[in-house]
């Protein structure tokens, strides 16, 4: 450690150019070296000039003491030219680093295939996707992806590359599935859900709206902020389609009405993306399509806390649903508050679904398909058994649905949605078709 303070006093020196601090380093052999030679010596190596040479008469440790506190507190690692597991190739250049700032594990630079991607911090919308889609296709290839951590190309090519997949899909794909089985509990509608009635669009609107009126402001959104606007969002529209519910006579008209209502929140945030001019919201596009890509850890942890705590609040509402399934006079005679327990499904569905668009963006079908397949395939609607197989379904059909995306058409990624709505609509249909025979 004592050794590695003289290393930051070097590399941090103001006004002292690298390729003047290389060539110190290949005269006096060390930083410490350097640190404690007199002006006259300094002046001997090759290249080195008085204004330089007075740079060095700083020496102050303060500024390379406060590095180091800050990075043992933030847990990363130093790595310096003379150390051993400093990459080979990176020394070999015309200019190498002369200290490495590292956070995790250091992956084996001389033995994999490592590529560079750099370009302009002031990039296209097409620049943004293009180097994200490098990244991802990159890292999923093996390569190790070589870049800065500059806003723009470099920026967006690892955040391509750091994507994340499957987990991700696996928690929100529940979700959205208990969310529809809850929907349709509540409307006593096999094909209520929470995109065919609107919900997800509705949250999709407002996470849109928030995430624009932040970065026009230069504010980042936090992962808490987006999951509140898109469960205000649900909760909006959720009120909007219970007012059409009690005007409505029939389901089939219910499905159309949450079907407008969607295209209408779906038609203000297109509206507010496509006339928007800063690259990063028009790049909310994308996102609003849905899509399990971008997520990051932190993201993940989030919604697996609100998501885990409203599947277990759902398991443990399964004798009042069950009986609510029977009939609201059956259970009340049972014991069920009524009025309490619509309230509660409403906020259990608008939370799971609120949670999903906010980092996925709206997913279609889900919600409808999976819950009809779980209990056409398990044979039964009780719901202690139903609830977690709904919640395991949506997490297979989807990530199934993601690999699918991710893959079928490699190096082009498909929306999720396009994937869930080949094989979740037919099922739709099926189910519509199934109950208009059934009235016959």
């Not at 870049?147 to 979700?175: H, N, P, Q, Y």
Request: glycine share 10%; aromatic share 8%; proline share 4%.
């Amino acid at each position: 450690m004592a050794a590695l303070k003289y290393w930051v006093w070097l590399t941090t020196l103001p006004g002292l150019g690298e390729r003047a601090k290389l060539q110190l380093l290949a005269h006096f052999g060390s930083p410490e070296e350097i640190y404690f030679a007199p002006e006259g010596e300094l002046l001997l190596a090759e290249g080195i000039t008085k204004l330089q040479a007075a740079l060095l008469a700083d020496k102050s440790l303060d500024r390379a003491e406060k590095v180091l506190e800050d990075c043992a507190r933030d847990g990363q690692f130093l790595l310096t030219m003379d150390d051993a597991g400093y990459p080979a190739r990176l020394r070999n250049i015309y200019d190498p680093p002369l200290l490495l700032y590292g956070k995790g594990s250091l992956p084996l630079f001389d033995d994999e295939v490592a590529v560079t991607v750099v370009g302009t911090r002031d990039c296209t919308p097409y620049g943004v996707r293009a180097a994200s889609q490098l990244g991802y296709e990159l890292a999923r290839q093996g390569a190790l992806l070589v870049s800065g951590m500059a806003k723009g190309i470099d920026g967006e090519a690892l955040k391509g590359a750091l994507r994340a997949g499957g987990f991700t899909a696996a928690v929100l794909g529940g979700a959205l599935a208990l969310a529809g089985f809850l929907m349709q509990i509540f409307f006593r509608n096999p094909i209520a859900g929470p995109f065919v009635l609107g919900i997800s669009s509705g949250a999709k609107m407002t996470v849109a709206l928030t995430m624009i009126f932040l970065l026009k402001r230069g504010l980042e959104s936090s992962s808490w902020v987006l999951i509140l606007s898109a469960f205000a969002g649900s909760l909006i529209t959720m009120f909007f389609v219970l007012m059409i519910s009690g005007k409505v006579g029939t389901s089939s008209l219910l499905v159309v009405c949450g079907v407008m209502v969607g295209y209408i929140c779906s038609a203000i945030t297109d509206f507010v993306i496509t006339f928007a001019e800063d690259s990063d919201i028009i790049n909310l596009h994308g996102w609003s399509q849905g899509s399990f890509s971008g997520m990051s850890w932190s993201n993940v942890r989030v919604a697996s806390v609100i998501i885990a705590v409203a599947v277990i609040l759902t398991f443990l509402l399964s004798k009042p649903i069950g009986a609510y399934q029977l009939g609201e006079a059956y259970a009340q005679s049972m014991g069920v508050n009524i009025k309490v327990f619509r309230v509660t499904l409403i906020l259990l569905s608008s939370i799971l679904s609120a949670t999903v668009t906010a980092f996925a963006g709206p997913i279609s079908f889900v919600g409808i398909a999976v819950p009809h397949l779980v209990k056409q395939a398990l044979n039964t609607s009780r719901p202690l058994v139903v609830i977690p197989g709904t919640f395991l379904g949506g997490a297979v059909f989807c990530m199934l649905s993601d690999l699918i995306a991710r893959t079928a058409f490699a190096p082009l990624e498909l929306n999720i949605s396009t994937v869930t709505s080949i094989f979740g609509a037919p099922v739709v249909i099926a189910m519509m078709l199934k109950r208009q025979k059934g009235k016959q």
